[in-house]
């Protein structure tokens, strides 16, 4: 885990280092200019949130089936990175929408999905840190309500004016947009799975703590 | 922001002519800038605080150890 | 199975007849709410039917937080929801039972909170009172399913009322969203009853895929709990 670790990370500074020189190389779009540059970023990390909203999900089912505190640790470590990708995400949105929509928000139907998504996964790290004995298990609930919710959220919002350009541009892109983009993908994907590995590293360390204080207390130990 | 209200009546002077920034005038790079920034910004942050969650455990570790070895020699 | 879940819904309908104590601050609640907003939104003594809407969906969506938490509260006086988990009873007849009670209290209240608003608000409410009541019925529905479960999951925890809000509104919004684009459809001056009919359909759907999911995840859950 140690070693993957360290791959992931030095392929994601990597990444971090040579996409922008890429991505300012790349062509300007034709009617939006510069700021479309902000799209090279936005769509990788609202990519990658997604991925780990729903690998919470999935791992918060595997943790209700079978109690497995691997299941747990991965859908704890899932949360926060959907928490700091779906930040991301919104910011680097809100930049983008101030110059194309002359607006830093609007009730847009991905905008408010995504805004609800990072209000899902906020209240769930406030249950895992405020909810006592049991919360692992509310929180997974909370988890998988959050991602059954995403569709319905989507279909809901939708029937307002939706102005966000669809994701059908990302399989159109021309060749020397095309290039950068997914860089800046591979880039995003290194550097969640290294930040997700360092935190599945950090919850292991917890379980060894835990696991010596039960130690602790067979020894006879206070505490 | 408070460059489009209109100043009070005594006290402060207004400039003449046009503001010299406005909201509509935000450059793309900035944006841009800002943008990339961010990301940056919230990834070595967190980074940060898995890094000194991870050295509070460590240190954790280390003294439950430390106890440990003290009561099984305490025993012999 | 079913006699099971009347009995808890019994239980639940008799101890509240005799104190009343749920529906009544409910009530209470939801009306003071209703104010409040009218403070807020009303210009020259009109509201527009977007706000009447957004008004009667606030409103239940917070009383029934109210509501909620109490019923809880009730199982956990005296450990009666241990003693629950501790019969042979199937666990999804006594969540679905607390549930139907939930729904219950909140349409007793809606309907004082509706009949309210159209003397307040002088909204044509009544005009469609099938659809309205779709709307109604089945937007409690979807919500006392996701709050019955999470307020009965929230078991000792100390800031229980505070978690229940944060767990809960994020995923009803898309009931808030329903009920309140459904409801003022109704009151537009020439009432778009296709989008209301639309808005009811999207509910039932809510209501299936949540009140499935919840009766899966009770068991799990209630298991760690307990």
Not at chain 1, 24 to 37: C, H, Y
Not at chain 2, 14 to 36: D, N, R, V
Not at chain 3, 130 to 151: N, V
Not at chain 3, 160 to 168: P, S
């Amino acid at each position: 885990m140690k070693k993957m670790f360290v791959l992931t990370l030095s392929l994601a500074a990597l990444g971090l280092l040579v996409s922008p020189w890429l991505i300012l190389r790349a062509p300007q779009e034709s009617t939006m200019g510069l700021v479309q540059k902000i799209f090279y970023y936005h769509v990788p990390t609202a990519m990658v949130d997604f991925l780990t909203i729903y690998l919470c999900g999935i791992a918060s089912v595997a943790f209700l089936v079978k109690r497995s505190p691997r299941a747990d640790a991965l859908a704890v470590a899932s949360a926060e990175l959907a928490v700091v990708f779906g930040a991301c995400t919104l910011w680097t949105g809100s930049m983008w929408a101030r110059k194309a929509w002359g607006v830093w928000w609007t009730w847009d139907v991905r905008l408010t999905t995504f805004a609800l998504c990072e209000m899902v996964f906020i209240g769930y790290l406030l249950v895992r840190s405020y909810g006592g004995p049991g919360s692992r298990g509310l929180a997974a609930a909370l988890a998988l309500f959050g991602c059954a919710d995403v569709p319905l959220i989507y279909v809901s919002v939708s029937i307002w004016r939706t102005m966000h350009p669809q994701t059908t541009v990302v399989p159109n892109l021309v060749k020397p947009m095309a290039v950068p983009f997914w860089v800046a993908v591979f880039t995003m994907l290194m550097l969640y799975l290294a930040l997700l590995l360092a935190r599945l590293l950090h919850e292991r360390n917890r379980t060894r703590v835990d696991e010596l204080y039960v130690a602790a207390a067979e020894a006879g130990l206070e505490e | 922001m408070s460059l489009l209200y209109p100043p009070p009546e005594q006290g402060f002077q207004a400039i003449q002519g046009a503001p010299a920034t406005t909201q509509e005038s935000i450059p793309a790079a900035t944006l841009i800038a800002s943008a990339y920034g961010f990301i940056w910004l919230v990834v070595l942050l967190y980074l940060l605080v898995i890094w000194r969650r991870g050295q509070s455990t460590e240190r954790e570790i280390d003294e439950l150890k430390r106890k440990l070895e003290a009561a099984r020699g305490g025993d012999r | 199975m079913l006699r099971l879940v009347g009995l808890v819904l019994w239980k639940d309908l008799v101890v509240e007849w005799r104190t009343r104590e749920i529906v009544s601050t409910m009530l209470f609640f939801a009306v003071i709410v209703m104010l409040i907003f009218s403070f807020a939104f009303l210009s020259e003594g009109r509201a527009s039917g977007d706000a009447v809407a957004g008004i009667l969906w606030t409103a239940i969506a917070f009383s029934g937080t109210l509501g909620l938490s109490r019923a809880a509260d009730r199982e956990r006086d005296g450990d009666a929801l241990r003693a629950l988990l501790l019969s042979p009873a199937p666990r999804a007849a006594l969540y679905l039972g607390k549930t139907a009670g939930i729904v219950i209290f909140m349409l007793a209240t809606e309907l004082v909170v509706a009949a309210l608003s159209t003397v307040l608000f002088g909204a044509a409410l009544s005009a469609h009172a099938a659809e309205l009541s779709g709307l109604l019925l089945l937007g409690t529905i979807g919500y006392a399913a996701i709050g019955g479960l999470f307020s009965l999951m929230l078991g000792r925890a100390r800031s229980r009322d505070v978690l229940l809000a944060v767990v809960l509104y994020p995923i009803i919004v898309p009931v808030i969203i329903a009920g309140s684009k459904g409801t003022s459809s109704l009151l537009e001056s020439i009432p778009d009853l296709a989008a209301a009919r639309y808005w009811i359909k999207f509910l039932a759907v809510f209501d299936i895929v949540f009140v499935t999911l919840a009766l899966w995840a009770f068991e799990p859950l209630i298991v760690e709990r307990g």
